[in-house]
């Protein structure tokens, strides 16, 4: 096994099959599976794009890929259960020659003791490494094995064009890493500490991606309010992608409460492209709770963030994350939890059972403040159906409503077409798949309590720019 300590962010390395070297050597095929978070979705754009301009051809199925990529998550340990037990099957998928590779924060947190455990696996990549695939890719194809986690604080792969999936919107990560502590999270250690990019280079990623006719762009980051690349901060980069001529959208995930200065919150309520939601992690109603998370701000705090924001936004959608069962979590604790939802009204959230991983702050926490699972699954069951009881009260309220979606995709049954509207509510629409990218006014006529089903309104019927389409779009890669 060869370990390499640093991998300088050149592109002389050997690569295979360069693009335009007249080889009529057939090119090799990739496939990328993609585990976790949008950073993950924005990484394996990110490698699709490293490895294409280096002569690969993206596939999207495993079966006889010559190299197969697993881009995995480390943020609770069933992420990282899902990835082992997926290793094992994409077994069946390989010839004889094919290379795996794990990539992303499961490969950073474990780096070689994947290629001990998963002997079918060639390269352990982590999330500053991508620049170098092509290069360990050849070293593997010649019998090596490599382990490349080191941190570089300058990538962020400005030359690497991304091949995006999808066709919409894209995914633009803005900042790389963390610099809080939160005791219960690994990121910081997978990703690093954090680091920005170039206001001006952002631009320029999203001016390109306006002319290939996408639409709408997600800033992603850690705590992405907290961008700052020295000249520039997050309110700056608001304004600055906002007026990119032909932008229509723009969101940005996922922020800290502590990073929403008043900057912050005036650029969201007057550039008008940015999008009438939040995504505000809480993680607990607790102050007690809070300060043991490491999450530096109170329940009074969060309140009053959320009450900033939605007196300078109105019709703001918050959404939020969750964590139940933290080592001495008490019911009066949990009550709480349960107390800001109710008073905050969430538009939707995203719940988790506390997974302790290795090396963060709360494995060190006494044992005794252990929560026993049935108490934890007990509490996360409420809070469930009580975040679920709000959301369904506030969507019944909307019913007959109007708004305007954009058209996003065919939905999973096949017949109709998944929406979204600028409050980031999902909406079922019967149309035609000529419609996807396009903006439809709809009037919400059913919810299942999470999900809209919407009828498109005339342009007749409707303000006359709510139908506007958006300049027809170049021929976008598809898989
Ligand atoms: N256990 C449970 N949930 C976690 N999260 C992060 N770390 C953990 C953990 N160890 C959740 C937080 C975070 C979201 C992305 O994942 O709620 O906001
Ligand atoms: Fe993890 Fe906290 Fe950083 Fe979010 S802010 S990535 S929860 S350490």
Redesign the pocket.
């Known amino acids: 096994m060869t370990s390499i300590p640093t991998i300088a962010p050149t592109t002389d390395l050997p690569v295979a099959l360069p693009d335009g070297d007249g080889s009529t050597a057939p090119r090799p095929t990739v496939y990328i599976e993609t585990y976790g ?1 949008q950073m993950n979705v924005a990484d394996s754009e990110l490698m699709y794009g490293r490895l294409q301009a280096s002569g690969y051809t993206p596939v999207d199925v495993p079966d006889g890929a010559d190299v197969i990529l697993v881009n995995t998550c480390a ?2 340990e069933n992420a990282e259960t899902r990835v082992i037990g997926r290793l094992g099957e994409l077994r069946r998928f390989m010839k004889r020659d094919t290379i795996v590779g794990v990539t992303g924060c499961m490969a950073q947190r474990l780096g070689p003791r994947v290629l001990e455990q998963a002997k079918h696996v060639s390269i352990v990549v982590g999330p500053d490494g991508y620049r170098a695939l092509p290069a360990l890719l050849d070293g593997a194809r010649r019998g090596e094995k490599f382990t490349a986690t080191d941190f570089d604080l300058e990538e962020h792969y400005e030359d690497v064009v991304a091949r995006r999936f999808e066709g919409v919107k894209a995914w633009i990560p803005v900042q790389r890493g963390c610099d809080y502590r ?1 005791t ?4 910081p250690t997978t990703r690093g500490p954090e680091r920005s990019r170039k206001l001006p280079d952002v631009v320029r990623e999203v001016q390109q991606v306006v002319e290939q006719g996408l639409t709408e762009v997600v800033l992603l980051g850690q705590t992405v309010n907290s961008y700052h690349d020295g000249a520039h901060d997050f309110a700056d980069l608001l304004r600055a992608v906002g007026a990119v001529d032909g932008l229509r959208r723009l969101r940005y995930t ?1 922020p800290h409460p502590n990073d929403f200065s008043d900057r912050v919150v005036e650029a969201m309520a007057t550039t008008p492209a940015v999008c009438e939601h939040v995504h505000l ?1 809480m ?1 607990s109603g607790s102050t007690a709770m809070l300060k043991r998370m490491l999450r530096r701000y109170t329940r009074e705090d969060y309140l009053a963030c959320v009450e900033r924001l939605r007196a300078a936004i109105p019709g703001l959608a918050i959404t939020t ?3 139940v069962g933290f080592p001495a979590e008490t019911d009066e604790e949990f009550a709480d939890t349960l107390d800001l939802c109710r008073t905050v009204r969430f538009d939707d959230a ?1 719940m ?6 290795e090396g ?1 702050p ?1 494995t060190r926490m006494p044992p005794e403040w252990t929560i026993p699972d049935d108490v934890v699954a007990a509490r996360f069951d409420h809070l469930v159906q009580t975040v679920r009881g709000i959301s369904r009260e506030k969507n019944l309220a909307r019913l007959g409503d109007r708004c305007e979606v954009l058209v996003e995709k065919v939905a999973r049954d096949g017949e109709l077409l998944q929406a979204r509207s600028r409050d980031f509510r999902t909406v079922m629409v019967p149309a035609d798949a000529a419609r996807i990218g396009d903006y439809l006014t709809v009037q919400l006529t059913g919810t299942t309590g999470a999900t809209f089903t919407g009828t498109p309104v005339t342009a007749a019927e409707s303000d006359a720019t709510d139908t506007v389409r958006p300049a027809p779009r170049a021929q976008l890669p598809t898989l």
């Open positions: 978070c943020i609770r939160c219960y999270c690994i990121v996922s992690p993680q994350d969750i964590i995203f988790f059972k506390f997974s302790p991983r963060t709360a």
